[in-house]
């Protein structure tokens, strides 16, 4: 930037001392820096004046404005403009993100799927303009399977980070732990895995309380139902396995899906032989098959996620002769078959989707583009929770507003085509309040064998892309 003439200062401003009033602050004087000069410029102009060494001298019609003087002021006005124009523009804040909080087992193999699925829906959203002109942000938790560590999450979370949303855990025991405080603190709060039925009950039995929870995955009566209707249209129909015994964690989501699996596995045709019930620390299966195998069953029913990796591993060495055929969730993910040095072959679990199959047209799209980026498929809850960060997305959108009664309003008018089928949600006269409903042409699941390495689609018939094919080991129900 050029001196002013000789050197001189020049200020517009009001009178300056000795006229009557004082100076306003920011005028630049001699010896500051002259980022200063745009202050002084940018003053109320009272009395144009020249600031010189020996004070001021004001600025006569005829007599002191100099053409040198007008050369000086002109172009820094100009610059002065589009320098205002300029912080104008960058001072405008940007609309506020939408947070979303997100509760994961980073350490489970199931879990995990959790927070990378739901950046991924983010990332999906933003990419096509936001919601309302806002992005969408995601911001995640571990619990470590700590329901604990989970509540603690959640209130930090709704208090610190002031999330609009909450997607939370596989695991029914942490779901029911936030429960209450998604009630208390008012906020929307799914679960894209958790299956305890009681999740669902609670807010049937107290809505108004509860409404603030939904239940994103099939409930374990719905999950049972779904593995005895597959028994009946596979096992049963195809290899006449007549008998059962169901194989189970003790654990929150299997006290009901074992109850459904009492009710539907006869009616599929097959008799319960045996409950066997064991905790989830159990390192050990070997007396545990050793019973099954004395009762002779055509078939394992399993009831397993917080484990999976110890009794695939032990049932493959053994050679157990049976089928495990139900809910192995850790079989879910691509990781599965390296966490089992390809052990897992011949295992048959429900899931959400799988790798190569189009349940819906946004299926195959997901799952090759999580597959590429986490170098895994995603477990079933990963489906699920992609799905549910748009469907909150879609809420707010439709609500015009973060507001939580609103978002719950829109949410249970869900009718979204997600990755895993067509969402929608049982309404609040329905035992399973805010549940994902199940049924054709809504969510239904699919199974899959693993077979080779690869995760198979065997069942509903009309997306299988490969026929059941048991290990050599497995003696065929015919």
């Known amino acids: 930037m050029p001196d002013a003439p000789h050197a001189h200062e020049i200020s517009l401003g009001r009178t300056p001392p000795g006229g009557g009033h004082a100076a306003r602050p920011g005028v630049y004087e001699k010896g500051r820096n002259r980022s200063d000069w745009f202050p002084a410029v940018r003053t109320y102009v009272a009395r144009p004046y020249l600031r010189t060494e020996g004070g001021p001298t004001y600025v006569n019609d005829s007599k002191q404005t100099p ?17 205002l124009s300029l912080t104008s523009a960058v001072a405008t804040p940007a ?12 350490s489970a193999v199931a879990g995990a799927s959790i927070t990378a699925a739901a950046q991924m829906a983010a990332d999906d959203i933003n990419a096509h303009g936001g919601v309302n002109g ?3 942000q995601i911001i995640t938790y571990d619990d470590h399977s ?3 560590d989970a509540v603690r999450a959640f209130q930090r979370a709704v208090n610190e980070d002031h999330v609009s949303a909450v997607v939370a855990s596989y695991i029914s025991e942490v779901a029911l732990a936030i429960e209450p405080w998604s009630a208390r603190l008012k906020m929307p709060f799914i679960t894209p895995g958790a299956a305890s039925t009681d999740i669902s009950k609670h807010v049937h039995d107290d809505y108004n309380q509860y409404k603030y929870t939904f239940h994103g995955w099939l409930t374990s009566a719905f999950i049972a139902q779904s593995i005895c209707d597959f028994d009946k249209d596979t096992m049963v129909k195809d290899f006449h396995a007549k008998t059962t015994v169901i194989m189970s964690e003790d654990a929150a989501w299997t006290t009901p899906l074992d109850a459904r699996y009492e009710e539907c596995l006869p009616k599929a045709g ?26 002779h069953p055509d078939l394992i029913t399993t009831g397993i996620s917080h484990v999976g990796v110890q009794p695939t591993v032990q049932w493959h060495d053994q050679h157990v002769p049976i089928e495990m055929a139900g809910q192995s969730s850790q079989a879910t993910t691509s990781s599965f078959w390296k966490d ?38 995603p477990s079933y809850c990963g489906y699920a929770a992609y799905d549910e960060v748009h469907i909150i ?10 507001d939580p009664d609103k978002m719950v309003a829109e949410m249970e008018k869900t009718h979204y085509v997600g990755t895993i089928g067509t969402i929608e ?30 995760q198979m689609t065997i069942w509903p018939r009309n997306i299988a892309n490969a026929k059941i094919s048991f290990p050599a080991f497995i003696k065929s129900p015919h």
């Open 67 to 83: 053409a040198r003087l007008a050369r000086w002021i002109l172009p820094r006005g100009v610059a002065l403009v589009a320098a």
């Open 95 to 106: 609309a506020e993100p939408i947070k979303i909080g997100v509760i994961g087992e980073q």
């Open 134 to 136: 806002r992005q969408v």
């Open 146 to 148: 700590s329901a604990a």
């Open 270 to 295: 097959l008799k319960v032989l045996d409950h066997i019930r064991f905790n989830p620390d159990t390192t050990d299966f070997t007396p545990i098959f050793n019973k099954i195998e004395g009762e």
């Open 340 to 377: 089992t040095n390809g052990d897992a072959e011949g295992v048959i679990t429900a899931t959400a989707a799988a790798p190569g199959v189009a349940l819906t047209p946004n299926t195959n799209a997901f799952t090759d583009a999580y597959t590429k980026k986490n170098g895994v498929s």
């Open 393 to 402: 997305a879609d809420a707010i959108k439709r609500a015009g507003s973060t």
């Open 425 to 454: 949600f049982y309404g609040k006269d329905d035992m399973y309040t805010h549940a994902i409903k199940y049924g054709p042409g809504l969510v239904t699941g699919s199974f899959i064998q693993w077979q080779n390495g690869k």
